[in-house]
């Protein structure tokens, strides 16, 4: 594991907390002045590359009540956040899970200055604000195509075992 300078890992506090706030497995890179916020838990797995200035935050700023200064509203009670396998997070990523879990699936890329606020498919490349699909590894021809790819197939009992659960379950709202 390799952690630049500059990077501030931050645990707010939470009632209840029995896990450990953030795990990051073996081989992973973290670049300079990123910022990873784990009022719940964030989870990198193995042989994550993730560029300088990445912020990583598994909750949010309150500001629902107008009537109170957003300073004094605190933070959102949030999620989680996991980043599968084999990811490349660019340079200048905001990941941020206000509520549920948001996963950054395996081998996927998150291009550089792109907002993540949803799950994103394994082997997908995402870019922008809101991060979208521009690119997408379709196992069934086994190559790289433009755009999300759609299953043909119905029911997940037809889905080749390597995909199911992982890949078509979640895609991103357009």
Known sequence: MSLARDLWFNIPPAPNRGEPAIIIEDGCGIGPYGVISARNQIHIERNIICGPSALIMDHNQAFEDVTVPILRQGMTPGGTIRIEEG??????????????????????????????????????????????????????????????VRSTVVGRAKQPAETRGRFFDHVLPR
């Open 87 to 148: 990811c490349w997070i660019g340079s200048g990523v905001s990941i941020v899970c206000s509520q549920g879990e948001l996963v950054i699936g395996r081998g996927s890329v998150v291009g550089a200055n792109s907002v993540v606020t949803h799950t994103i498919p394994s082997y997908s490349v995402v870019s922008g604000d809101p991060a979208r699909i521009v690119k997408q590894y379709d196992p069934e021809k086994k190559i790289w195509v433009l755009g999300a």
